[in-house]
């Protein structure tokens, strides 16, 4: 969904790939969140699909031993929150990115099921200058739902 | 990602707290995996997980195949509202034994 406006950029962070800056990034994207006055569960939700899409790329973007950066940038196109995150390793197959079968018991392919579940649309678009991978997640905002609980 | 071990009766209880993430979940599997070997019954108590991400609930998956392949026992207690969505989104809530409180799982 799109509106006649550009979208408001409201956040861009390229941080190191690395699990250890993942608690940072969710910080940023709670605070995105939080500035669009969305209640608790959507925002929960909304870290956890982006904290999952963080951590492919932590995981996979990258050749083991070789260190790479990600790009995190976060936008408000009207009532939709729009999350592009890139990394500049080697291209992606699209399909890898697609849930298979979610099986109770197996120990990886959650995080796929978490961002699919959360995000209201999940697709890859070409970065601006063809290298690395972009990942784009929508979330329509829904303003006014649970009143927070400020301590 | 903090952590408390404690034993009752014949019950191993792991209180973990804080955030169970890519980063800390090896630290939590490294915890779980040394109890389900040593404990016929372990009881995680989450209460005080502040986040929990899919890296932090294959840990648990993992510990509890490996208490079954062991014959023990791996049930979770006190689930915090973060992570019982998480844990409602994984599908888990068919998987584990979850005890609304860690009395009700010693008991």
């Keep these: ?151 | 990602m903090k952590h408390e071990i404690t034993r009752q009766g014949d019950v191993t209880v792991i209180a973990l707290g804080g955030d169970v993430d890519l980063e800390t979940s090896p630290k939590a599997r490294e915890l779980l995996l040394a109890a389900v070997k040593d404990s016929r019954r372990v009881l995680v108590d989450l209460s005080g997980v502040s986040y929990i991400d899919s890296s932090g609930v294959a840990t648990l998956v993992e510990a509890l195949q490996t208490a079954r392949k062991q014959r023990g026992e791996l049930a979770l207690a006190a689930v915090s509202e973060s992570a019982r969505r998480v844990f409602e989104l994984a599908r888990l809530d068919k998987v584990f034994t979850i005890h609304a409180t860690v009395a009700e799982g010693l008991g």
Excluded: W
């Design chain 1, 1 to 151: 969904m799109t509106t006649d406006n550009e979208p408001e950029r409201l956040a861009l962070l390229r941080f190191p790939a690395r699990a250890d800056r993942l608690k940072l990034v969710r910080g940023l994207v709670t605070a995105a969140v939080r500035m669009c006055e969305c209640d608790e569960a959507l925002e929960r939700d909304v870290v956890l699909a982006v904290d999952e899409a963080c951590q492919n790329v932590v995981r996979h973007a990258y050749p083991a031993g070789v260190e790479g950066d990600a790009e995190l940038e976060i936008l408000r196109d009207g009532i939709v929150l729009v999350f592009r995150l890139r990394d500049f390793g080697p291209k992606v197959d699209a399909s890898c990115l697609r849930p298979g079968k979610l099986k109770p018991n197996a120990l990886n392919g959650r995080g796929l099921h978490f961002i699919h579940d959360i995000m209201d649309e999940v697709g890859c678009l070409t970065p601006s200058d063809g290298t690395g991978n972009l990942l784009e997640m929508r979330k329509r905002l829904n303003p006014c739902g649970t009143p927070r609980n400020e301590t």
